[in-house]
């Protein structure tokens, strides 16, 4: 008989721990321990002995327990992340500007060596004249 109050016990926990999608949005812990003590302290057909009274509660407690360690490391998670987001925001944003002034440097080098080409061009190009028309500067 202690079975089969165990099991319509366990049965209604488990019925007790799923909260509706509403609950799922606001607080899924704290609303699922609510709705189970609520209807724990609402429950009269399942008369049992003091002592299963008290083995449920302690593991009530350890339902509330876990459920709030849990919450902890959700939000705990979430804030880590976000900071890791953001870092990693920050650092990609850092390595794009650096890669982008890197870039524009090049672009100015390739335009000094381009300019420095074209004179030196021109310089030989005005040798090359003066060598094959040396009468022109006398």
């Known amino acids: ?21 509403k609950e799922k949005e606001e607080n899924p812990g704290h609303n699922a321990i609510a709705e189970m003590v609520e209807k724990e302290e609402t429950e009269t057909d399942v008369a049992g002995s003091e002592e299963m009274e008290i083995h449920i509660a ?3 407690d350890k339902i509330e327990s876990f459920t709030q360690l849990v919450s902890e490391l959700l939000e705990s998670g979430k804030t ?10 920050e650092r990609l944003i850092v390595i794009h500007k650096e890669q982008m002034e890197r ?4 672009i100015k080098e390739i335009r000094l060596l381009d300019a420095t080409n074209e004179e030196v061009n021109a310089a030989l190009h005005n040798a090359r004249y003066l060598l094959q028309n040396p009468h022109v500067d006398s």
Request: no cysteine; charged share 40%; hydrophobic share 40%.
């Open 80 to 89: 880590m992340f976000k900071e890791l987001s953001d870092e990693f925001e």
């Open 58 to 60: 302690h593991v009530l």
């Open 103 to 106: 870039w524009q440097d090049e």
């Open 1 to 21: 008989m202690d079975l089969v109050m165990l099991g319509k016990g366990t049965e209604s926990l488990r019925k007790r721990m799923k909260p509706d999608v």
